[in-house]
């Protein structure tokens, strides 16, 4: 099991048990929030010092949008599946 | 969206530091990212842990609704093994790590680039972050061509909180909640998929 799945059970399990202390849990969320910054400040230094991925950035971005369009479409064709079979008849009106 | 585009700034200044100083020598990075990427994911955890709504709406809508971030799920890997067709030079499964961050472009581009390099890592930032505006841009119209569920399903993590204004507007205040959940379930997956995922390489 690695290091990430435990953090992630750990925080399960703390909010769990913490679930009525409803100001702490925001404070957790703002945390969370604010911890994107430094997360992101950090990756952009690793890329930023890193020459090939500058070099090459027009072929990661086609590639990029590309898995990216491909998994959007891909999930939103099979949701329709999902919601005449399970969804719309419960609503009670066909549209 | 504004937060978004003060992260992409975060990024960018990230960029310019690590490019024209010798920052990225001095500073242990790949300590420091992880400990704030463990941060992070335990304080997600903890969010959704606390959150007792989800186990309500788990326990109305019955299984049922474990079917939406299943679909994204099956969905995404679908439609990232059809486009593998056009991707030679980047194996499968890497494509599909980037396919499985499901927008949440900060999270899953961290673990990628410990996983696999720079390269991927910085496809994987694009990538969910394309994600997440092509969302934000194309909820009306996926709308109107695969129903309700399918700005959920389009908006992948983010449906929790970043597009769920677009969604509710779109597909309307009842499916809110199924949004919500979709998009926690997800970003639940994330930290767990990506490092089941780096086992195949």
């Known amino acids: ?95 | 969206m504004k937060t978004n585009l003060l992260i992409v700034l975060c990024f960018a200044a990230g960029v310019c530091l690590g490019r024209f100083t010798l920052l990225a020598s001095f500073v242990p990075l790949s300590g420091s990212v992880t400990f704030v990427l463990l941060a992070l994911i335990f304080l997600v955890g903890a969010g959704v842990g606390g959150n007792v709504g989800v186990w309500h709406v788990l326990k109305e809508m019955r299984l049922r609704i474990l079917l939406v971030p299943l679909t994204v799920v099956v969905g995404t890997t679908a439609g990232v093994a059809a486009a593998a067709v056009f991707l030679r030079g980047i194996p499968f499964f890497q494509s599909l790590a980037i396919g499985w961050g499901f927008g949440y472009y900060s999270l899953s581009s961290v673990i990628v680039t410990r996983t696999w390099g720079d390269m991927l890592g910085m496809t994987a930032l694009i990538a969910n972050l394309i994600r997440e505006i092509a969302t934000l841009l194309l909820a009306p119209f996926l709308l109107r061509l695969f129903g309700k569920l399918a700005p959920i399903a389009a908006g992948g993590a983010t449906s929790m909180d970043t597009t769920l204004p677009v969604i509710s507007r779109v597909s309307g205040k009842e499916y809110a909640v199924i949004s919500v959940f979709s998009g926690m379930v997800l970003t639940l997956l994330v930290p767990v998929l990506l490092p089941l995922l780096s086992k195949l390489r």
Request: hydrophobic share 55%.
């Open chain 1, 1 to 95: 099991v690695s290091e990430v799945v435990i953090a992630l059970c750990a925080g399960i399990l703390t909010g769990f048990m913490l679930r009525k202390k409803t100001r702490l849990l925001q404070v957790a969320d703002t945390a969370g929030a604010v911890a994107v910054f430094p997360l992101l400040l950090l990756l952009g230094v690793t890329f930023g010092s890193n020459g090939a991925v500058l070099r090459n950035l027009p072929r990661l971005g086609a590639r990029a949008a590309l898995i990216s369009l491909s998994g959007v479409a891909g999930s939103a064709a099979l949701s329709a599946l999902v919601y005449r079979r399970l969804f719309r008849k419960e609503e009670g009106h066909e549209d």
